[in-house]
T-cell receptor
Framework: NAGVTQTPKFQVLKTGQSMTLQCAQD?????MSWYRQDPGMGLRLIHY???????DQGEVPNGYNVSRSTTEDFPLRLLSAAPSQTSVYFC???????????FGQGTRLTVV | GQQLNQSPQSMFIQEGEDVSMNCTSS?????WLWYKQEPGEGPVLLIA?????ELTSNGRLTAQFGITRKDSFLNISASIPSDVGIYFC??????????????FGQGTILTVHP
């Protein structure tokens, strides 16, 4: 039972490059979300999804896109990376709403 | 966006001591959660609280949902070295445009000296 799997674990991008952070869960959870974690800021919600085909913005959505074509996968796209997007990104999933019980191990992203 | 006010920001304690931390907000929450994060890992749920006044334990950990629904407390008794990590509170609001979304505190960094 893998739980929530995020790839890659580490990534370095140049300003302006694009990339997709992958998130997959094998628990048949309906609710999935993406957070970023910055020192002293806790976790801030970027985007979330309450089911396949349904996504919505969180607290800090600018510069990020998401889609949810299947229950299992919830990728996060950076279209044009900026240094301000240097952060640790966490994907999470849960059965019932945003009471997330399961987080992935995170992706540490550096934009230079 | 609003964040929860979590205190203290950090704690340095001796093994065997008890630990207390808390979160406060100006908004009412209908769910309070406490997570622990270890280096290089994602947060792991410790305790979930769903009713005002609720007191819940998980081993040496005890958490309470404040009566006003604007605060929560986490206590760790008889700390051990493996309690080291960052502890986060998180709340889910009762209404408004942020209904259902989780808001996190800034975290409490706990260091336990053997």
């Amino acid at each position: 039972n893998a739980g929530v799997t995020q790839t890659p674990k580490f990534q370095v991008l140049k300003t302006g490059q694009s990339m997709t952070l992958q998130c997959a869960q094998d628990m048949n959870h309906e609710y999935m979300s993406w957070y970023r974690q910055d020192p002293g800021m806790g976790l801030r919600l970027i985007h979330y999804s309450v089911g396949a085909g349904i996504t919505d913005q969180g607290e800090v959505p600018n510069g990020y896109n998401v889609s949810r074509s299947t229950t299992e996968d919830f990728p996060l796209r950076l279209l044009s990376a900026a240094p301000s997007q240097t952060s640790v990104y966490f994907c999470a999933s849960s059965y019932s709403g945003p009471a997330e019980a399961f987080f992935g191990q995170g992706t540490r992203l550096t934009v230079v | 966006g609003q964040q929860l006010n979590q205190s203290p920001q950090s704690m340095f304690i001796q093994e065997g001591e008890d630990v207390s931390m808390n979160c406060t907000s100006s908004s009412i929450f209908n769910t309070w959660l406490w997570y622990k994060q270890e280096p290089g890992e994602g947060p792991v749920l410790l305790i979930a609280l769903y009713k005002a006044g609720e007191l819940t334990s998980n081993g040496r950990l005890t958490a309470q949902f404040g009566i006003t629904r604007k605060d929560s407390f986490l206590n760790i008794s008889a700390s051990i070295p493996s309690d080291v990590g960052i502890y986060f509170c998180a709340g889910r609001r009762a209404g408004g445009t942020s209904y259902g979304k989780l808001t996190f505190g800034q975290g409490t960094i706990l260091t336990v000296h053997p």
